[in-house]
């Protein structure tokens, strides 16, 4: 007889898998919903006590590795890197894909902990109350290259050293993050641009871009022009759109800071398409090094992130158990100049 999952108690009642979660283990709902899905899993005989105690007494070992998309060049070496973690701790990774969907991403978690997986990596799609159910079961979570409900403004104070690097950005929810220094990163970039004589400089950003874009206003001072801050979906449809849009409504604009390895592809194929030349008619940095931006003709200078380093920090810290572990990893960035910014003419 098939065991009964807490999919199917979602499904049954109606609702997400995070609600089903958020209800059994005590967590915030309405009074309507917590009694329909109490009454659903009664009926279903589902028993959430019996998760309590595979993940209190027959751990299984092994790490969940959960990304919003595992073509992405980033998340791609990211993810080596906690293979390479797990692999010389003996540890086997299940992987899975999130499509920047937090509803996906419940539906992910709920299936870990069914394994009764313990211990996961993730760069996290939802808020902080995706993952309170997790962790009121017991589950040790980190996450690595974003954090769910980032500040406007984030102090960088009060930081913690770890192996010689700068550590503890604040964590939402007290979850250890290992994160790379997009703050430093962007503000040596503006300053390049600056210093090349760039007064019309945008910023191309997505989702989870509110560190990035609060360095970049810093950065520029009382240059910073808000039309000139364009935010993207998270598909590359929305990028190039962004993109074009952008280009097209400020043929003033002479430099552009693209936030991410997918906005600055978006970037040179509009820049391509309006015969915008690179970089006689517009300068372009672009965060994240990957490999076709070495290939670009002309290549693109980047801000560099250690991914696979990020990788493999986070799965460090998941494998802590019982041992006091930091609040975050802070590490550092690197600005690599190459033919993609010019004088501005």
């Given at each position: 007889?098939?065991r009964?999952t ?5 499904e049954a009642?109606?609702v ?6 958020r209800?059994l ?18 009926h279903?005989?589902?028993?959430p006590s019996a998760?309590g ?8 070992g ?5 990304l ?10 990211l993810a080596?890197?906690?293979?390479a ?7 086997p ?15 992910l978690?709920?299936m870990?902990?069914?394994q009764?997986?313990?211990k ?5 799609s939802?808020d902080?109350?995706t993952?309170g159910p997790?962790?009121?079961?017991g ?9 769910p ?5 984030e ?7 770890l ?5 503890r950005?604040r964590v ?25 004589g ?5 910023y191309l950003g ?6 990035r874009?609060s360095a970049?206003?810093e ?5 910073v ?9 998270g ?11 952008l280009f ?6 002479t430099?552009?800071?693209?936030g ?9 194929l509009?820049a391509r398409e309006l015969?915008?030349?690179i970089?006689?008619d ?6 994240d090094?990957?490999p ?14 250690p991914?696979?380093d990020?990788?493999?920090r986070a ?6 158990p019982?041992?006091r572990r930091?609040r975050?990893?802070?590490l ?14």
């Amino acid at each position: 007889m098939k065991r009964t999952t807490i999919k199917d108690v979602a499904e049954a009642a109606g609702v997400g898998v995070a609600t089903v979660s958020r209800v059994l283990s005590g967590g915030s709902a309405s009074p309507e919903t917590r009694e329909r899905v109490l009454a659903v899993a009664a009926h279903l005989d589902y028993r959430p006590s019996a998760l309590g105690r595979n993940l209190r007494q027959q751990r299984t070992g092994g790490i969940g590795l959960l990304l919003p998309d595992l073509t992405d060049p980033l998340y791609g070496r990211l993810a080596e890197g906690v293979l390479a973690c797990a692999r010389s701790a003996g540890e086997p990774v299940l992987v899975g894909s999130t499509g920047g969907d937090p509803e996906q991403e419940s539906e992910l978690i709920g299936m870990l902990l069914e394994q009764s997986v313990d211990k996961v990596v993730a760069v996290p799609s939802g808020d902080a109350d995706t993952w309170g159910p997790a962790l009121r079961t017991g589950m040790t979570v980190v996450f690595a290259g974003e954090r769910p409900d980032e500040p406007t403004e984030e102090p960088v104070d009060d930081l913690l050293l770890l192996d010689g690097l700068r550590g503890r950005p604040r964590v939402e929810g007290g979850i250890p993050t290992v994160l790379a220094d997009d703050r430093s990163g962007v503000r040596t970039a503006v300053q390049y641009l600056k210093g090349l004589g760039h007064r019309r400089i945008a910023y191309l950003g997505g989702p989870g871009h509110a560190r990035r874009v609060s360095a970049f206003r810093e950065a520029l001072g009382p240059l910073v022009d808000d039309e000139l801050v364009v935010f993207a979906g998270g598909s590359r449809d929305a990028a190039y759109a962004a993109a074009s849009g952008l280009f097209q409504s400020r043929p003033d604009l002479t430099a552009v800071l693209a936030g991410g390895n997918q906005l600055g592809e978006a970037a040179v194929l509009a820049a391509r398409e309006l015969d915008l030349r690179i970089p006689r008619d517009l300068s372009l940095v672009m965060y994240d090094d990957v490999p076709w931006a070495e290939l670009c003709s002309p290549p693109l200078t980047v801000i560099a992130q250690p991914a696979q380093d990020l990788g493999y920090r986070a799965a460090e810290l998941v494998l802590r158990p019982g041992i006091r572990r930091p609040r975050g990893v802070l590490l550092p960035t690197e600005l690599i100049v190459r033919g993609s910014c010019g004088p501005r003419r």
